[in-house]
């Protein structure tokens, strides 16, 4: 009977901790989406977990361009905010990930996306350029 008990309980504990993937959607060839440059917000990973971002278009010469640092703690009401502000046929989260930085980095960051309910298609993730990656040095 003990035997029977200790069989059942680890068959059925077993199949409550399947482990659940995460969709990603691969490009394809049927084109692009538009997105307006005010609908844009970059996310920048870098080494020790560090994290920043930028809205709209990449342009460091600009009086208006702004590179923010923030932590993993705060990217949730940021990613709020700026689906709250934004027409959501242009919304669109661009993950940048440094050499540097962890997968795990990444995947907290997909992960607050599916918690955001931002709809696939409306992220991606895409090299980082040596520019971007020259103006989070400066933060150091």
Do not use: Q, W
């Amino acid at each position: 009977d003990l035997g029977f008990l200790l069989l059942t309980f680890f068959v059925f504990t077993t199949s409550l901790s399947e482990a659940k993937a995460m969709t990603l959607i691969e490009p394809n060839e049927m084109g692009s989406k538009p997105v307006k440059e005010s609908a844009a917000m970059t996310f920048l990973l870098s080494k020790n977990n560090g994290l920043f971002y930028y809205e709209g278009k990449f342009n460091p010469e600009s009086t208006a361009f702004k590179i923010n640092k923030t932590d993993y703690i705060k990217i949730r009401d940021i990613i709020m905010a700026k689906k709250r502000s934004t027409d959501p046929g242009f919304l669109m989260f661009i993950i940048k990930a440094d050499t540097s930085s962890t997968l795990g980095n990444s995947v907290d960051l997909l992960d607050e996306m599916v918690i955001c309910n931002i709809k696939e298609g409306h992220y991606a993730e895409m090299d980082i350029t040596d520019e971007e990656r020259k103006e989070i040095e400066k933060f150091r």
